[in-house]
């Protein structure tokens, strides 16, 4: 018999399945003896007393033992099926690549950047000297934006496809099955690359193919149908099923379909900064304390207000993170955030950005790139302010608000460095109005926040697409191009990590029907 109910466990317990395990039977009105075994199926933090407690569900097993759960999926060999050739080794290509397995159909991925062990070093001049590589960066490379930038899962992409299913292929690649249990699932930079590589494995094993450092510079089409892709090296691959898969960040796809005449439309996305406060902060005003408590993770936020009919909002929240340089090419600044699995540096960060509609933007409604340019100048701006080498222009929350240059700047985790600059320099007017407004806001919803022991780093501009890739609802193919798939966030039909992992399943499938 099994009976499931919630609990409310103070965090010295949380990890105490015996407490858990009499608290159980209490609510249960039976001996503790009785129960067998525990399955935890979601937990949570709730700080919203004074007392901060995790909100555990919990499958109790009374009288019977559990049956032995297995995660292991099972892939055919798809050596000699039918190919599906799939442009980028993001999450939506991997997981894509993963589903042609199960379907019976040979996934072939053509990814721009390098594996992660080559990647890493790239990342590395990345900060330490400014180099860009514009193949191999924090956006492009194998396990695409999310490798190497955290690894948050939260979702609310339910309606799309099975995210459970997205979190056991997690798991059964390395991942920690914590991730299948909690409210805001995290896998941290530092473990990605292992589970990245994992999939990668299970992809060649089973008669799939990988190709690091392959740029595609054409998409190969002969009376409406795909035939395959040209490769900057001048070699050809042919198919005539196609997922295009290359992230939100691949500017040259975009060129590419303008050049063509091929469907796409201008997409809101949104833009602001990043900003940093010490971890400390948050954990005081999120937990009602003056020190966190050993038994609690380093405390989260998520803040939104509307100015004039207009969204701003927290992004990508870091807890114990730290804020990296995402540029893909020369001469722009653009700025994400990542933590590590225990999120232990002293910073906490989160990306403060405001709504960006097509009506903010001169010749949207005739030119489908207007929005792309818009966010490029914005990154432009933020460099030449910022002086080169990927220096970013930053100022204190309080002196920004107050339209004050910061005479100094707070220690931050910006390893390419930040120059005191005013961001109203940089930011588009409506956007700066928007977030001087909202700032002073979000600290009276959360003590401490509104301080100039915050830093404003600029710009975080890399959202979301600014630009949607046309697609039929239903065969999921390009109108004009039959065959091809325009998929995840690259194409505007995703959002994270694990939203982009769902349409690549969506679309591998699609493939199959």
């Known amino acids: 018999m099994q009976h499931e109910i919630e609990l409310s466990i103070l965090p010295e317990h949380i990890s105490d399945e015996l407490y858990i395990i009499n608290q159980g039977a209490l609510r249960l009105k039976i001996v503790p003896s009785r129960i067998k075994s525990l399955k935890i199926r979601k937990r949570s933090i709730d700080a919203r007393g004074k007392q901060v407690v995790f909100r555990v569900r919990v499958i109790f097993f009374i009288d019977e033992v559990p049956a032995h759960e297995t995660r292991h999926v099972e892939y055919a060999n798809v050596a000699d099926a039918m190919p599906v050739l799939i442009i980028g080794a993001g999450p939506a290509g991997l997981f894509a690549a993963l589903r042609c397995l199960e379907k019976g159909l040979r996934p ?30 924090y956006c492009f490379g194998e396990g695409g934006a999310g490798t190497y930038s955290d690894g948050k899962l939260y979702t609310r992409s339910n309606k799309r496809g099975d995210v459970q299913r997205v979190l056991q292929v997690l798991v059964a690649h ?31 094993e089973h008669g799939g193919e990988i190709h690091f450092d392959c740029r595609v510079t054409d ?10 892709v040209t490769l900057a090296g001048g070699e050809t691959v042919t198919a005539e099923h196609v997922i295009l898969a290359t992230g939100h960040s691949a500017r040259d796809m975009y060129e590419l379909f303008h050049r063509k005449r091929w469907l796409a439309e201008p997409k809101p996305f949104a833009l602001g900064v990043r900003i940093e406060h010490p971890q400390a902060i948050i954990d005081q005003a999120q937990y009602h304390c003056a020190v966190r408590s050993e038994h609690l ?11 004039d009919g207009r969204g701003v909002f927290s992004f990508c929240m870091c807890p114990g993170g730290i804020i990296a340089p995402c540029a893909t090419d020369k001469g722009e600044v653009v700025v ?80 390419p460095g930040t120059k005191s600059a005013m961001l109203s320099e940089v930011l588009p007017p409506f956007v700066d109005h928007a977030l001087r407004r909202a700032l002073p806001l979000f600290g ?3 003590k401490g926040y509104y301080t100039n ?3 404003l780093v600029g710009v975080e501009s890399r959202t979301s697409s600014p630009v949607r890739i046309t697609r039929d609802n239903n065969t999921l193919q390009h109108p004009q191009i039959k065959g091809l798939y325009p998929c995840g966030e690259g194409a505007g039909y995703a959002g994270g990590i694990v939203s982009a992992a769902i349409d690549g399943m969506n679309c591998a499938d699609a493939i199959n029907r």
Do not use: C
């Open 444 to 446: 009276k919803k959360m």
């Open 108 to 137: 072939i991925v053509v990814e721009r950047g390098k594996d992660v062990q080559r990647r890493r070093r790239d990342l590395a001049l990345l900060s330490k000297e400014g180099a860009v590589d514009p193949d191999s960066n």
């Open 219 to 228: 998409i190969i089409v002969s009376f409406g149908q795909v035939k395959g």
């Open 336 to 415: 994400n955030g990542w933590s590590p699995s225990k999120r232990n540096n002293p910073y906490a960060n989160s990306g403060t950005v405001v709504q960006v509609n097509l009506s903010d933007v001169p010749n949207s409604a005739r030119y489908p790139f207007a929005l792309l340019d818009f966010q490029h100048e914005v990154e432009e701006r933020a460099y030449v302010v910022g002086g080169g080498k990927l220096v970013a222009p930053a100022q204190r929350m309080v002196d920004f608000v107050q339209r004050r240059l910061s005479a100094d700047l707070p220690a931050n985790s910006y390893k």
């Open 297 to 307: 993770p380093p405390a989260y936020y998520s803040l939104v207000e509307q100015i």
């Open 453 to 455: 022991e915050a830093i």
């Open 174 to 204: 390395g991942a920690t099955e914590d991730i299948l249990v909690d409210a805001r699932p995290h896998i941290g930079t530092n473990k990605l690359p292992h589970i990245i590589q994992a999939i990668r494995h299970t992809i060649l």
